[in-house]
């Protein structure tokens, strides 16, 4: 972390400019950790493995799994706990995406002969953000400029909607309670629901706006973490609604935990820009920078985050 400006770690070319790249954030039932890049036309699947986790890989290994025909540029993509490799016949059970058409679409696929895309609809303006229930992948959920929050089951049925007071930015699934939803507003409200009584239960104010993106730290969850006007801040929800820690950050448009380390987070710069900044913060430490692309992920395991560009 010292070094204020390394490159990156590990580069995996790509045959076109990648919009949105997510490591799968489950267990996949192999040594390699599934990830998925979306371009303009296309989702590709792969299997990764690094130097860290198998001595006999030189710096990273990507497989080419499948390539999904994909109608339009992919704004945003999620995985499925589902996703595994351990069974056969090998099954990519679910990833879903979306596009500027204001469409969810569900991908399942047994990486062979078999393959399904469920088209879901109902948003009437831009998805911003997609996430799977994170214990059995039966529901998922999306936020949209229209307004609203959805969940849906997996036969494309809307069984919850919430209605928000600006567009939603993030959602995001507690990781051992699947009645506990987060979902945040462009305003600067973070709002966690019950899907039982489907009553919001807490919120969280950023005291000023636009919030550009939020996130649920899983390795600690009283802590969340967002960015929003030129800062990012973080909550100990334990402690109060307004945030206990804040730094400049210059037109960030992404925040995300580390899934390892509850004091490791990124950010990265406004979504469209060609080239902006991925930044790693390491709390208490000095940062370390990168320009970048899009997309920011992190891996399930590993202290190493994913970033696409052109």
Known sequence: MEDSGRGASYTVPCDDYVHVVEFSPFDSGSAASLLAYGGSQYVVVGTCRFQEEDIEVEGVEFTTLRVFHHALRVDCLAWSPESRLDKLPQLIREFCTAAAD????????????????????????????????????????????????????????????????????????????????MVAEKKGTIRFYDLVTQQAILSLDCGQSPLMSADWCLTNTIKVGAVTGSDWVIWDITRSSYPQEKNNVERAGNFRWSRVNENLFSTTGCPGKISSQLLVHHLGHPQASELCGAGLSWHRSLPLCVIGGD
């Open 102 to 181: 204001r469409k969810v679409r569900l991908l399942t696929s047994d990486l062979q002969n078999q393959h399904e895309v469920k088209v879901m609809e109902g948003h009437t303006s831009y998805i911003n953000h997609l996430v799977f229930e994170p214990t059995e992948g039966k529901q998922m959920a999306s936020v949209s400029d229209d307004h609203t929050c959805r969940v849906w089951d997996l036969e494309g049925n809307e069984t919850t909607t919430f209605r928000l007071r600006s567009p939603g930015v993030s959602v995001c699934w507690h990781p051992e309670d699947v009645f506990k939803l």
